[in-house]
């Protein structure tokens, strides 16, 4: 099994800053893509942002030049900088990796979607 761990959100005043990490464990091979999603009221879940392996990212246009994801390949942890934070930002966040569970997976290059359990992020006006 695996499991994503999330921390770091709360709640923060327009204009704030929060950072966001998520660490995977257990039968981890490898992790292909992660990424950070969210879920406002009413709303479908939506990306933020991705990353591979590799370390090239994406961003949603809405936080393009606010937020940033990372990764630390060594830790199998994601993170969220998150910059100028807005009270349309207002949601709960979860964290999605593609994880390689064994040596055989990896050889038939099939991966796993793992979600974390999300983080409430509250931004106030």
């Known amino acids: 099994q695996v499991q994503l761990v999330e921390s770091g959100g709360g709640l923060v005043q327009a204009g704030g800053s929060l950072r966001l990490s998520c660490a995977a464990s257990g039968s981890i091979f490898s992790i292909n893509d992660m990424g950070w999603y969210r879920q406002a009221p009413g709303m479908q879940r939506e990306l933020v942002a991705g990353?591979?392996?590799?370390?090239?990212?994406n961003h949603a246009d809405s936080v393009k030049g606010r937020f940033t994801i990372s990764r630390d390949n060594t830790k199998n942890t994601v993170y969220l900088q998150m910059n100028s934070l807005k009270p349309e930002d207002t949601a709960v966040y979860y964290c999605?990796?593609?994880?390689?569970?064994?040596?055989?997976?990896?050889?038939?290059?099939?991966?796993?979607?793992?979600w974390g359990q999300g983080t409430q992020v509250t931004v106030s006006s």
């Open positions: 990353i591979t392996r590799g370390g090239s990212t």
């Open positions: 999605n990796a593609q994880v390689i569970t064994s040596a055989q997976a990896l050889r038939a290059m099939t991966s796993r979607s793992y």
